[in-house]
């Protein structure tokens, strides 16, 4: 997971611009509007609104949109459809990559979809192609500045997370979907900051991508699947030296 770990980092800093913000809260808008829509409109009955809100706040989401788009997905403020649909592909290297999004239209989804995957030397697959490596994880990525592997490790087990992995100047912490929660206010107890913390698809193996430009490739193909406005998130088992990844944050600083 170093590539993911390493990839959170890099967005985390490339999402302090305006214009990047706003397409944020876009994604996350749609989220909640989709989770309201589900199971309702209370966060305390709703897990999935919970996460969404929390994760809105967390990108400092203004309170009155967070409201509105919870009304939307009521209906109070007028009705918008979006689905979840999940597409699946290759990019280079052979690194498998699995795009959720939230779509109001297929036709115009999978088609850019196709368009970013062709650019870039992958190609879109059929479903099920990559799906079967990944596995719906709790995942927290932690600078080691925030905290020493040590410490790190003990409150993360005693919360219930499955493991702590060490990678450079990160840490990642794993745990089953059921203890998220529970791993997220131990962190928060202690004031460790988080990098990133999701539900997220991790994959059950990475693969190691050899040479700085096929590296590259593969890291802008996973910006340009997120700069889609209709991508929610996107999963791929890449796994980059950490020398190349090096530069590459110092590219994107």
């Known amino acids: 997971m170093a590539g993911h770990s390493h990839w959170a ?53 203004p309170n009155d949109t967070i409201e509105k788009a919870i009304k939307k997905g009521t209906g109070e403020l007028g009705a918008e459809n979006y689905e979840s649909v999940i597409y699946e592909g290759y990019g280079p290297g ?9 779509t109001d239209n297929r036709n115009r989804t999978a088609p850019h979809l196709r368009q970013i995957f062709e ?4 190609q879109l697959g059929e479903s099920n192609c990559v799906a079967w490596m990944f596995h ?13 592997e ?7 087990l005693e919360a219930g997370a499955d493991d702590v992995n060490s990678e450079g100047e990160l840490f990642e912490i794993v745990c089953d979907t059921g203890a998220f929660s529970a791993v997220k206010a131990a962190l928060a107890n202690k004031e460790i900051e988080t990098v990133s913390a999701a539900l997220a698809m991790v994959p059950a193996n990475t693969v190691t991508v050899s040479g700085a430009d096929k590296s590259r490739k593969v890291l802008a193909l996973m910006e340009a699947l997120e700069e889609n406005d209709d991508v929610q998130n996107v999963y791929a088992n890449f796994d980059i030296p950490d020398e190349i990844m090096a530069d590459v944050e110092k590219e994107q600083s």
Do not use: C, H
Request: proline share 2%.
């Open 94 to 102: 052979g690194v498998a990559f699995l795009v959720e999004t939230l």
């Open 9 to 61: 980092k890099i967005k985390r800093a490339k999402a302090t611009t305006d214009a990047r913000r706003g397409r944020v809260w876009s994604k996350l808008a749609r989220r909640i509007i989709v989770a309201a829509k589900t199971a309702g409109p209370n966060p305390e009955e709703n897990l999935q609104l919970r996460y969404a809100i929390d994760d809105a706040k967390s990108a400092n989401m």
């Open 150 to 156: 040590e410490t790190l490790i003990q409150i993360a």
């Open 136 to 148: 719906r994880k709790g995942s927290f990525v932690v600078s080691s500045e925030a905290a020493d």
């Open 119 to 122: 650019r870039a030397g992958g």
